[in-house]
């Protein structure tokens, strides 16, 4: 059983006899206390998608939900809905738009490494690799001879996510972003 310190995002633990999704996670050291962080866990139940702020010490025990995870890829939107396709049996899972948050700006059309997360055979969340592949709709030109570690500008990515790239990217390119802080990591070489 995992410590409130060890829990992270799109974990799944069990709170009086049900099962949660955490979404957000906020630390804070309260002045004047000799202790540790308080974190404060956004959650939303699996049954209902009740959302509920509960706010734990480092060191409380937190019991995990029986969660079991299945490799998917993204196959298409059906107006709220998204659907995963299962990677082993060809089983259709839908996800409403509100389920996944922020997780959206990383989901692109026909991409693997995606595992959907499932409690009492019911997707509630999904887990994202930690360097997604998206392409660049919008930015501004690129200049000759721009140093690839220079000076940076906006671009926007088919997901609608914007983030900054060395001035040499242009349009077009597919570059790799880290999920977690949002971040050009390298630009994809085409082989």
Same mark, same amino acid.
């Given at each position: 059983? +995992?410590?409130?310190?060890?829990?992270? !995002?799109?974990?799944?633990?069990?709170?009086?006899?049900?099962?949660?999704?955490?979404? /957000?996670?906020? %630390?804070?050291?309260?002045?004047? %206390?000799?202790?540790?962080?308080?974190?404060?866990?956004?959650?939303?139940?699996?049954?209902?998608?009740? !959302?509920?702020?509960?706010?734990? &010490?480092?060191?409380?025990?937190? +019991?995990?939900? /029986?969660?079991?995870? %299945?490799? *998917?890829?993204?196959?298409?939107? $059906?107006?709220?809905?998204?659907?995963?396709?299962?990677?082993? /049996?060809?089983?259709?899972?839908?996800?409403?738009?509100?389920?996944?948050?922020?997780?959206?700006?990383?989901?692109?059309?026909?991409?693997?490494?995606?595992?959907?997360?499932?409690?009492? /055979?019911?997707?509630?969340?999904?887990?994202?690799?930690? #360097?997604?592949?998206?392409?660049?709709?919008?930015?501004?030109?690129?200049? !000759?001879?721009?140093?690839?570690?220079?000076?940076? !500008?906006?671009? #926007?990515?088919?997901?609608?996510?914007? *983030?900054?790239? +060395?001035?040499?990217?242009? #349009?077009? $390119? &597919? #570059?790799?972003?880290?999920?977690?802080? %949002?971040?050009?990591?390298?630009?994809?070489?085409?082989?």
């Amino acid at each position: 059983m +995992p410590k409130a310190s060890d829990i992270k !995002k799109n974990m799944a633990v069990e709170m009086n006899g049900e099962a949660f999704i955490v979404r /957000d996670i906020e %630390r804070s050291v309260p002045q004047g %206390r000799s202790g540790g962080s308080l974190y404060r866990m956004r959650m939303y139940s699996v049954a209902t998608n009740q !959302k509920i702020d509960e706010t734990f &010490k480092d060191s409380d025990m937190l +019991p995990l939900a /029986d969660l079991e995870r %299945r490799d *998917v890829t993204f196959s298409y939107i $059906d107006g709220d809905e998204y659907v995963f396709m299962d990677s082993a /049996d060809y089983t259709a899972y839908n996800m409403n738009k509100d389920m996944l948050g922020d997780s959206l700006l990383f989901i692109a059309e026909d991409m693997q490494g995606i595992q959907v997360m499932m409690v009492n /055979d019911a997707p509630v969340a999904v887990e994202l690799p930690s #360097i997604v592949e998206l392409v660049i709709v919008e930015t501004d030109p690129s200049l !000759k001879g721009g140093s690839a570690t220079a000076r940076t !500008k906006p671009a #926007i990515l088919t997901t609608g996510l914007t *983030v900054q790239v +060395p001035e040499h990217i242009s #349009i077009g $390119d &597919k #570059i790799k972003i880290n999920v977690e802080d %949002r971040k050009f990591t390298g630009r994809v070489t085409s082989s």
